[in-house]
């Protein structure tokens, strides 16, 4: 099973600025996906990563608002732009391996002051 | 549209057996997934159903009928660290959707 680490873990942000969130994975994958959780909810989808392309975003989310970036197989970056208290949640980063079967990073608590 | 049901919350007394329901209608079926989330921590798999019928795994057992859209999580021998939320979640084409999840609180 693939061994995911994100960074930071938590952070407190003020209103207005932006946090850039880290995923990286043990080993080549070819799509990261970006969930958020917000308080007692489940898991919403994002967008999804692949690399050499273009991020694939959820009906909800925007570009402009959650850009994505993914270099390399192991590795994407998630950015919060201009932070409002509504995007205080738990963002999760996560690959598919056998049978789709997904492995999740520890999370990056997120609070929006 | 898309829509997975399971029940908000549930309570067992350790040594039982419980069953958490989950429903789903979705656009495309890859497979069914049943997560286990402890508080302050990210999800984690406990079983995959794709045929029908039931999946045995130690104490965990996933059940799962296409034709109804239905799956159960069965938890037998339940133990006070059992208690966490379930999330059911469906795959279809290469996205993952997921219930909101069933809080268990399993109490002595």
């Known amino acids: 099973s693939a061994v995911i680490s994100q960074k930071p873990s938590r952070d407190i942000c003020q209103r207005g600025t932006s946090l850039t969130i880290q995923c990286q994975v043990d080993?080549?994958?070819?799509?990261m996906f970006w969930y958020r959780q917000q308080p007692g909810q489940s898991l919403t989808l994002i967008a999804t990563?692949?690399?050499?392309?273009?991020?694939?975003?959820e009906s909800g989310f925007v570009i402009d608002k959650f850009p994505i970036s993914r270099p390399n197989l192991t590795f994407s970056t998630l950015t919060v732009s201009n932070m409002s208290p509504e995007d205080s949640s738990i963002y999760l980063c996560?690959?598919?391996?056998?049978?789709?079967?997904?492995?999740f990073g520890p999370g990056t608590r997120l609070l929006v002051l | 549209g898309q829509n997975i049901d399971q029940p908000t919350e549930m309570t067992a007394t350790e040594g039982a057996i419980v069953q958490i329901n989950c429903t789903y209608q979705?656009?495309?079926?890859?497979?069914l997934f049943w997560y286990q989330q402890h508080a302050g921590e990210a999800p984690t798999f406990l079983s995959y159903?794709?045929?029908?019928g039931l999946e045995e795994k130690g104490r965990f057992s996933s059940f799962l009928s296409r034709s109804k859209g239905y799956s159960y999580l069965l938890l037998k021998e339940l133990q006070m660290k059992d208690s966490a939320s379930y999330l059911c979640?469906?795959?279809?084409?290469?996205?993952?959707?997921f219930g909101a999840g069933t809080r268990l609180f399993v109490k002595a």
């Open positions: 990563a692949n690399q050499g392309s273009e991020a694939t975003y």
């Open positions: 159903n794709v045929l029908d």
């Open positions: 996560s690959v598919d391996q056998a049978e789709r079967r997904q492995y």
């Open positions: 080993s080549q994958v070819t799509m």
């Open positions: 979705t656009s495309g079926f890859n497979g």
């Open positions: 979640a469906v795959t279809g084409g290469f996205k993952t959707i």
